[in-house]
């Protein structure tokens, strides 16, 4: 049944700034209200205060007293990769839904102790992927759901930036030093790195495209620059029965995405039995090779739909119609996701096929 009231959002743990993002749409939200936010470091906060008016009562330094006074019904986090587990099982027992931002979490078991943690308090967990609200990875799920290229065979995936600190997003800054990037937690060990910031995208988005598929085996190398602790690029072969699958990541990008599309181009392409689809990211238009057309035609996006607009919006309405969280966002295919990163993070490591982690 629809709620009563608008839904009491609280905004925890500033460190990473989807953060911004996320509290924009829930303050644009018609059912939804902004009542607190808390982070260490009150400077993080200053953009999100300016920018939606909050008032001094509803800005915390301490998420507890923030949660305490505040009463939330949902709590967006957004904490560094590493400490997900950690928050989540903090902020649960207030008997809160959780929005954390992606990845799921650093490794297959935080991310079970995390829906341990949300199952013990009976609220819900979403786990949000921006990619999944780009028009021409929706349209082109769409098209799949409706057979244009028949069953899916394969699914390509390359995406990456500049650099998690690269100064200007462009071209022509200096490479940040090696001492700057062991002093940023992107690059911390416990969850940093190209794989871990990029493969769950093409994993979770992966998923999502095959319907819950899991693949059969993975490989994965890695690279980096030398002193680098973490890798900054990555090359994942996943086999799903006959077919494989590749997914790139890459921090080092020629150009940043959002300004100039590098190449390869970031998004996907994908091969069913009858066709091809090409959906890259923020492009109007996507490309579809049928039987009908070799050639391959162009089609426009779908527009935004008002049910599925954003993840604040679509998981409130989910909420609301007390109804499952289901694509990228739910725990069933994020957990997939998740256990492809982990494979792959651990056949790096040894350097050869491993069969999925369970």
Known sequence: MPSRKKFRIAGINFDFRHMDHLLAHAAHAPNAEIVGIAHHDPR?????IRTHAIPPERVF???RACLEQTKPDVVILCPATGAHAEWVELV????VHVLIEKPFAADLPQADRMIAAMKKARRELAINWP??????HITAHRLLREGMIGDLQEVHFYDGNRGPIQSDPVLGAPEPSLAKKKANWFYFKNGGGSLIDYLGYGAT???WYFDGRKPDEITTVTAAAPGVPVDEQSVTIARYGDWLSTFHTRWGTFTCPWINQPQPKCGFVLKGSKGTIANYDYEPTIRVQTPRCPEGR?????KPSKTYANPVQYFLRCLELGVPVEGP????TARIGQQIVDTAT??????KPLKLLK
Do not use: F, H, N
């Open 44 to 48: 993080e906060m200053q953009d999100v």
């Open 329 to 332: 966002l739910s725990v069933a």
């Open 346 to 351: 651990l056949s790096a490591k040894k350097r």
């Open 298 to 302: 162009v089609i426009p996006v779908d």
């Open 92 to 95: 649960a027992p207030y008997r």
């Open 205 to 207: 988005l992966g998923t």
């Open 61 to 63: 330094t301490d998420w």
């Open 131 to 136: 990619l999944a609200w780009y028009p021409p």
